[in-house]
């Protein structure tokens, strides 16, 4: 499954964005089930950035943010995040899928 987190940070919060981001990336990298995990900047605006990781499963991607170290290192990046869905599956892993709310 892919995680896809994004970002919209002005250039006077990039500094202190980036180094969260790089504890995000260092973190989900050493969890189990990360297959790979990326920070990159959008080539058209400057303010756009994304967080994309790779994971075995959703259930090594969910395990992920279970603990106090999780919560220490991660909440204070994804309080910036764009309000977004950004959990992807293969479609016929998915099952069926209902929007939250119906």
Same mark, same amino acid.
């Given at each position: 499954? $892919?995680? /896809?987190?994004?970002? #919209?940070?002005?250039? @006077?919060?990039?500094?202190?964005?980036?180094?969260?981001?790089?504890? +995000?990336?260092?973190?989900?990298?050493?969890?189990?089930?990360?297959?790979?995990?990326?920070?990159?900047?959008?080539?058209?605006?400057?303010? $756009?950035? /994304?967080?994309?990781? #790779?994971?075995?499963? @959703?259930?090594?991607?969910?395990?992920?943010?279970?603990?106090?170290? +999780?919560?220490?290192?991660?909440?204070?990046?994804?309080?910036?995040?764009?309000?977004?869905?950004?959990?992807?599956?293969?479609?016929?892993?998915?099952?069926?899928?209902?929007? #939250?709310?119906?």
């Amino acid at each position: 499954m $892919l995680a /896809v987190t994004r970002f #919209r940070i002005p250039p @006077v919060e990039q500094a202190s964005f980036l180094e969260g981001a790089r504890a +995000a990336s260092d973190f989900y990298a050493t969890r189990p089930g990360c297959e790979a995990v990326e920070l990159l900047h959008n080539l058209d605006d400057p303010e $756009l950035w /994304v967080l994309v990781s #790779r994971w075995a499963d @959703v259930g090594s991607y969910r395990r992920a943010y279970n603990g106090y170290e +999780a919560k220490m290192i991660l909440t204070p990046l994804l309080l910036r995040a764009i309000d977004e869905p950004g959990a992807y599956g293969r479609p016929g892993e998915v099952g069926r899928n209902i929007p #939250r709310g119906v």
